[in-house]
């Protein structure tokens, strides 16, 4: 079974600060998503990367591919209460699913 | 072009009742996927359809099926109902489905309340 661990679970903070975000496991990935829900909807597809070591620029978001396609991390720059939401990492392994992790609800605060 | 639909979108039902959930995908998608979504366990994955064929299961009870018809859209039926399974619902469409950078595209969800 695959699995992937995200952390921190919670995230509060002050509007202009910084924040990263982890997906790890054991597993190898083919690629990883990162996914942004709000309340009473569904998850909106936020970024995929492919490639071991892949690095992908989104505005104040930098999504990171660990080197053997088991980890990555989202790291966000000056953020703004509009940011606020939960972040999901979703894995793309074995068969026609997808892995998710457990989810980073990050608040910012203005 | 129009996304990915989910009806009902809430409803609440009584433990031992059986529940139909709908997804129409997006246009010219052929892959549909259900996931099953808590606050204890996150995103869980149910089953996969591709061309009205269940290509992948995730571990639910017999209770939980799907079916997938001709024109794509896809429906998933829940029988006698635990409260266990008051939860949120998605659907989600692809070209494809996972594999080969496709894009995964969610509906809103259904919010399902058992009593």
């Known amino acids: 079974t695959q699995l992937l661990e995200q952390s921190p679970q919670f995230l509060s903070i002050q509007e202009g600060e910084n924040l990263t975000v982890y997906c790890n496991s054991s597993?190898?990935?083919?690629?990883l998503q990162w996914y942004r829900q709000e309340p009473g909807e569904g998850p909106v597809l936020l970024v995929t990367v492919v490639t071991g070591g892949e690095v992908k620029k989104l505005k104040r978001l930098t999504f990171q591919f660990g080197d053997a396609r088991k980890d990555s991390s989202l790291h966000i720059t000056a953020a703004q209460p509009g940011d606020t939401g939960l972040y999901l990492c979703a894995g793309d392994g074995s068969g026609s699913r997808l892995t998710f992790g457990e989810g980073t609800q990050l608040t910012v605060n203005p | 072009k129009a996304g990915v639909t989910q009806t009902p979108r809430y409803l609440i039902k009584t433990r031992g009742q059986q529940v139909t959930l709908s997804c129409s995908p997006i246009?010219?998608?052929?892959?549909v996927s259900w996931y099953q979504q808590t606050p204890g366990q996150g995103l869980q994955f149910l089953f996969e359809y591709f061309s009205e064929t269940q290509r992948n299961k995730g571990n639910f009870p017999g209770r939980f099926s799907g079916r997938q018809f001709s024109n794509s859209r896809s429906e998933m039926n829940v029988s006698t109902l635990e409260l266990g399974d008051s939860a949120l619902y998605l659907c989600?469409?692809?070209?494809f489905g996972t594999g080969s950078g496709n894009t995964i595209y969610f509906g809103e969800g259904s919010w399902l309340t058992v009593v």
């Open positions: 246009s010219g998608h052929r892959s």
């Open positions: 597993s190898v990935f083919s690629s």
């Open positions: 989600a469409s692809s070209l």
